[in-house]
């Protein structure tokens, strides 16, 4: 079945550090999606991609949807103490699939 | 527009025990996934319905089954329960237009304990 690895697993940065998190999919996606938990809370939608080669920006954050729609990444510039969390990418196969298939999160902490 | 609610929002259980969790979409979303979260496997997808069908079913064995009623409401139920159980059972809903998926909202979840 469909898989979506996501790397790195955990990563600490120094407040101000930049952070970067990737998505891999074993089958080509009809789109992806971003989610932020943080802890103690439930993962919450930060944004939905779907065009080869996207690139969409929420202030510090830039999300990138790989040309082969099989790999995507966030990256977090100048990281803040309200950036921790867990980050996951969850991928949407084909159409017609009704299965959101998530990575297992980068959990992010951010030493002030 | 309330959001998700889940009930209950904690529970406790011995092993082949049965428990039913409960999910309330936002209204008019008909959409409902249910999602297993654990610190080693992350979030694994269970079951989504729509229009009180089951669409697609993740990798879990038979005891772990669902339904959704005429006013979207859908419940799980886990039979025999097993310590490996023990996890954030997470529901979500979202708003589905023809063949366009949108967000997926989810509710605080239930933290369910098997001892």
Known sequence: GQQVMQIPQYQHVQEGEDFTTYCNSSTTLSNIQWYKQRPGGHPVFLIQLVKSGEVKKQKRLTFQFGEAKKNSSLHITATQTTD?????CAGRAGAGSYQLTFGKGTKLSVIP | KAGVTQTPRYLIKTRGQQVTLSCSPISGHRSVSWYQQTPGQGLQFLFE???????????????????????????????????GDSALYLCASSLIVGTNYNEQFFGPGTRLTVL
Do not use: A, D, H, I
């Not at chain 1, 921790?84 to 996951?88: C, E, I, R, W």
């Not at chain 2, 729509?50 to 886990?78: A, L």
């Open chain 2, 49 to 83: 319905y729509f229009s009180e069908t089951q669409r697609n079913k993740g990798n879990f064995p038979g005891r772990f089954s669902g339904r959704q009623f005429s006013n979207s409401r859908s419940e799980m139920n886990v039979s025999t329960l097993e310590l």
């Open chain 1, 84 to 88: 921790v969390g867990t980050y996951f």
